[in-house]
């Protein structure tokens, strides 16, 4: 089952965050700090409150196993751009125990459906670098490379 998240869901998110914060710092020492999590508690009320950062969790077994951080996108202001609307995966994550059993797929799938319906022309996302497996499961979703974000490091 995939819904919104509810503040009851913070606790598990918080754990599930810190599994892909593990992730993203073995490939990036350089600018993650193991054993913190991108969000705080406080951070993630704030977030679940606000209509504009929708967060989907996928539940089994009772319990939370996946989530998809999720935020609307509009360029305001900026006359050299056409119109448009994209819903942002800002982080998608599945338990490392339940990984590669279609989870992810699901959860994917939901997200791609709420991004119609809230009327957005795109769905889009950034993956790190050296994250292979994050990166062929994308693929594997449709994704294509639009942007290549670019380091030289000093």
Known sequence: MIRKAEKKDISRLLDLLSQVLEIHAEIRPDIF???TTKYAGDDLERILENEKTPVFVAEE???VAGYAFCAIREPSGNANLVPHRTLFVDDLCVDEKKRGSGIGESLFRFVKEEAK???CDVVALAVWEGNG???RFYDRMGMTPRETFMELFL
Do not use: N, S
Request: aromatic share 0%; net charge neutral.
């Open 117 to 119: 319906k809230l009327g």
């Open 133 to 135: 497996p994050a990166r």
């Open 33 to 35: 700090v193991p054993g």
């Open 61 to 63: 077994d009772g319990e």
